[in-house]
């Protein structure tokens, strides 16, 4: 019977894999946040299938607009097993609220970015800005139906 072997992949195949730059992925390392990332005899980082979800969750983490420091303690919390399982749900009850909140403030700019289109396609159309009503950005969804 064979040995198991785990797939390994090389730093310029998890940067492709996962779309993360390689001296990101480096950074990553050097913080600390890649558990159980083991080195060939030459110091070649080698990747697994587990080190890849965890970068993904990274990425995840660093999106959402979490700092290193608290993506290294929740990465902390996950190698302390069931111990942690509370904290870890508070985090993400914490990271959801957070993210919809990020999301309504993108909407409203989004808003106020087509109003300002709206605004300026009218402008452009009368080849004068004397003509177009001014309003406010929760007024774009008014001015872009009428686009439409």
């Given amino acids: 019977m064979e040995a198991f072997m785990s797939v390994s992949y090389t730093i310029g195949e998890v940067a492709a894999i996962t779309h993360l730059s390689i001296p990101t992925i480096r950074y990553y390392d050097k913080e600390g946040l890649i558990p159980d990332l083991q080195k060939d005899q030459a110091g070649v ?70 109003y300002k289109q709206h605004y300026y396609r009218q402008a452009v159309a009368d080849g004068t800005e004397k003509y177009v009503k001014t309003g406010t950005a929760h007024t774009a969804a008014t001015a872009n139906e009428q686009d439409r």
């Avoid at 999106?63 to 069931?82: C, P, V």
Wanted: net charge negative.
């Fill in 45 to 114: 980082r080698c990747f697994t299938a587990q080190n890849l979800s965890a970068l993904e969750m990274i990425n995840c983490l660093k999106t959402a607009g979490m700092s290193i420091k608290d993506i290294r303690t929740f990465m902390q919390w996950n190698l302390e097993g069931d111990a942690t399982l509370i904290k870890r749900l508070n985090f993400f009850n914490q990271l959801h609220t957070a993210v919809e909140n990020q999301m309504q403030q993108l909407e409203q700019t989004l808003n106020t970015i087509e």
